[in-house]
T-cell receptor
Framework: AQSVAQPEDQVNVAEGNPLTVKCTYS??????LFWYVQYPNRGLQFLLK??????LVKGSYGFEAEFNKSQTSFHLKKPSALVSDSALYFC?????????????FGGGTRLMVKP | NAGVTQTPKFQVLKTGQSMTLQCAQD?????MSWYRQDPGMGLRLIHY???????DQGEVPNGYNVSRSTTEDFPLRLLSAAPSQTSVYFC???????????????FGEGSWLTVV
């Protein structure tokens, strides 16, 4: 079975400060890891993914995520937050050993960036 | 460049009514799926399909039916709506991947359903 935990329901950060949204995962094999963002009343937009290779993955809108196999984590980061980054963020995982496309999602973390 | 299109975006139903959420994609993706999103629970898989004529259950299939008569369309039917089905529903699609393969999944804009 695969699972994802996002331990923080909400993260508050001031504009211009760095932000981190945490994600830990559990899979039997090697993971594919994803971050999606959801703006109010909108669908999920793909931000970035880890498949293999460099542990630091760069994605859209200046976001990046660091894959840490020993800590089974895939935290989302951004050096300088913008008010427009305020949204709901989802981490998702899929076991590479399993064919198909079913993702398991975390519960989501609401990011609030204050001016 | 439509991607994944869901209709309707908002719907209010009375308990016991039936309805169909429509989903269409124009990317010739084999894989399509329906998720529901509830606060604090992330997205949970309802049903999925790996191609026309093939469907299967996900994590929370009860109360929902699907069919896949064409590659493009994957409607979700609520047979007798219940307040527990109040949720946001997302349709998704991607290329079908085998073991060791990976494809990004694309989501529709969502359908907000309230059952009263």
């Amino acid at each position: 079975a695969q699972s994802v935990a996002q331990p923080e329901d909400q993260v508050n950060v001031a504009e211009g400060n760095p932000l981190t949204v945490k994600c830990t995962y559990s899979v039997s094999g090697n993971p594919y890891l994803f971050w999606y963002v959801q703006y109010p009343n909108r669908g999920l937009q793909f931000l970035l993914k880890y498949i293999t290779g460099d542990n630091l993955v760069k994605g859209s809108y200046g976001f990046e995520a660091e894959f840490n196999k020993s800590q089974t984590s895939f935290h989302l980061k951004k050096p300088s937050a913008l008010v427009s980054d305020s949204a709901l963020y989802f981490c998702a995982v899929r076991d590479q050993r399993i064919g198909g496309n079913m993702l398991t999602f975390g519960g989501g973390t609401r990011l609030m960036v204050k001016p | 460049n439509a991607g994944v299109t869901q209709t309707p975006k908002f719907q209010v139903l009375k308990t016991g009514q039936s309805m169909t959420l429509q989903c269409a994609q124009d990317m010739n993706h084999e894989y399509m799926s329906w998720y529901r999103q509830d606060p604090g629970m992330g997205l949970r898989l309802i049903h999925y399909s790996v191609g026309a004529g093939i469907t299967d259950q996900g994590e929370v299939p009860n109360g929902y039916n699907v069919s896949r008569s064409t590659t493009e369309d994957f409607p979700l039917r609520l047979l007798s709506a219940a307040p527990s089905q109040t949720s946001v529903y997302f349709c998704a699609s991607s290329r079908l991947t085998g073991i060791g393969g990976e494809n990004t999944i694309y989501f529709g804009e969502g359908s907000w359903l309230t059952v009263v």
